[in-house]
């Protein structure tokens, strides 16, 4: 069974249009290794509703895996390095991590999901 957790937490408040520090890093493992697939993790802006929020979280919010650790399962980091939020708001940050054979993304399936802390972002 595949875990996703957040190993490093975004901010609990923030202004807008501000890069985010610390960076979301997501760690995601699995006890099987799959040499055929190739991973990769979206970072998705939800509404303290639980709603999805669109045109709101900016930067690269789709990414490959780092290699965390040689050993015989599957050990990928995720680190989002350049997300801001362009609007005032309470948010978290959902990342999805997807696996897809080979490298045909549009094959691709939800492997895991995992949501930050609150966010509070204020007008800057």
Do not use: C
Not at 11 to 17: G, K
Not at 79 to 96: M, N, P, Q
Not at 117 to 124: A, E, F, P
């Amino acid at each position: 069974m595949p875990n996703l957790r957040i190993t490093s937490q975004p901010p609990p408040w923030t202004a807008t249009s501000t890069i985010l520090y610390p960076s979301l890093v997501a760690r995601f493992t699995s006890r099987s290794r799959s040499t055929n697939s190739s991973y990769f993790a979206m970072a998705i802006l939800m509404g303290s509703d639980g709603m999805m929020v669109d045109g709101t979280l900016f930067g690269t919010t789709t990414i490959t895996g780092i290699e965390a650790a040689g050993g015989t399962g599957t050990d990928l980091s995720f680190h989002f390095t350049d997300l801001y939020i362009a609007y005032a708001g309470t948010y978290y940050i959902r990342v999805d991590v997807y696996k897809a054979p080979g490298h045909d993304l549009n094959m691709a399936t939800l492997s895991a999901e995992v949501n930050s802390n609150q966010i509070v972002v204020t007008d800057g």
